[in-house]
Nanobody, 117 residues
């Protein structure tokens, strides 16, 4: 059974930090690129960051570049999103996605991040 489980969300003040985690099981994790997306009410999924299967290639949305860092551990089947200098506009539900083609597209249930004073 394929599972992606996000954790680490919560309430943080502007300027604060959080580290999101995404644990994977039920598929060959090291073969998949992993992407973090976020979603706010009434909007579609917004790309946040991506990491290639080997962990070498990484990409970020302009809005988070320099503040967020994506990493992965292919032994533990985990992906992380370190978020620093958080802003109120980062408030969203954050999802991790594992992708290896249209037939292999898996999503987690999401974790809420709220940035507010």
């Amino acid at each position: 059974q394929v599972q992606l489980v996000e954790s680490g969300g919560g309430l943080v003040q502007p300027g604060g930090s959080l580290r999101l985690s995404c644990g994977a099981s039920g598929f060959t994790f090291s073969n998949y690129a992993i992407t973090w997306y976020r979603q706010t009410p009434g909007k579609g999924h917004e790309f946040v960051a991506n990491i290639g299967a080997s962990g070498v290639d990484r990409d970020y949305a302009d809005s988070v570049r320099g503040r967020f860092a994506i990493s992965r551990d292919n032994v533990k089947n985990m992906v992380y999103l370190q978020m620093t200098n958080l802003k109120p506009e980062d408030t969203a539900i954050y999802y991790c996605n594992a992708w290896r083609g249209s037939a292999y597209d898996y999503w987690g249930q999401g974790t809420q991040v709220t940035v507010s004073s």
